[in-house]
T-cell receptor
Framework: GAGVSQSPRYKVAKRGQDVALRCDPISGHVSLFWYQQALGQGPEFLTYFQNEAQLDKSGLPSDRFFAERPEGSVSTLKIQRTQQEDSAVYLC?????????????????FGPGTRLTVL | GNSVTQMEGPVTLSEEAFLTINCTYTATGYPSLFWYVQYPGEGLQLLLKATKADDKGSNKGFEATYRKETTSFHLEKGSVQVSDSAVYFCALRRGAQKLVFGQGTRLTINP
């Protein structure tokens, strides 16, 4: 079956531009996560949705970062006025269950990521 | 807060060598522990997991045992292959919450 897909796979932006990164989770998955992976580092949590509700945005590094999932399926991560330090791979993951689910429901499946380069 | 510390890389081994990649964690409560692998040009894939103390996760010849007394989850493989060359990430998760990753260890296996 189809996995998590992300688009675009690569994005080059000039400093100051706005960008929008899209994530299509596995169909029927309730939970959706965004992570940021800087070069040579492990992924770091940005934000979490359960259906359309954004339950945790504690990892968003600044108010230039905004995420939404208006219909509880596709999600968009928007970065306004991009800076060079925003250059990273942005990973999306989805899982079947919500907060009450068991371990199988909580397994996160990752998309291929969007590599953002800010010049 | 919760954190994961991984063995510094990169690691280079010859084919058929024994592999250990160390991972220790700090967490409140009883997290689940994971190893993820990122092959060149591919996305993150779950390699193995363990959900409680003394559990052993295994897959593709890799093993890791959840050691609560030493807060460790070291990854081992008895005989590595060139195809095992990848970046390996140790991670923890509490319930349905976010994954917390280590910094990753790049493994290169030479024929």
């Amino acid at each position: 079956g189809a996995g998590v897909s992300q688009s675009p796979r690569y994005k080059v932006a000039k400093r100051g531009q706005d960008v929008a990164l899209r994530c299509d989770p596995i169909s029927g998955h309730v939970s959706l996560f965004w992570y940021q992976q800087a070069l040579g580092q492990g992924p770091e949590f940005l934000t979490y949705f359960q259906n359309e509700a954004q339950l945790d945005k504690s990892g968003l590094p600044s108010d230039r970062f905004f995420a939404e999932r208006p219909e509880g399926s596709v999600s968009t991560l928007k970065i306004q006025r991009t800076q060079q330090e925003d250059s990273a791979v942005y990973l999306c993951a989805s899982s079947l269950g919500g907060l009450a689910g068991g371990d199988t429901y909580n397994e996160q499946f990752f998309g291929p990521g969007t590599r953002l380069t800010v010049l | 807060g919760n954190s994961v510390t991984q063995m510094e890389g990169p690691v280079t081994l010859s084919e058929e060598a024994f592999l250990t990649i160390n991972c220790t964690y700090t967490a409140t409560g009883y997290p689940s522990l994971f190893w993820y692998v990122q092959y060149p040009g591919e996305g993150l894939q779950l390699l193995l997991k363990a959900t409680k103390a003394d559990d052993k996760g295994s897959n593709k010849g890799f093993e890791a045992t959840y050691r609560k007394e030493t807060t460790s989850f070291h990854l081992e493989k008895g005989s590595v292959q060139v195809s095992d060359s990848a970046v390996y990430f140790c991670a923890l998760r509490r319930g349905a919450q976010k994954l917390v990753f280590g910094q990753g260890t790049r493994l290169t296996i030479n024929p």
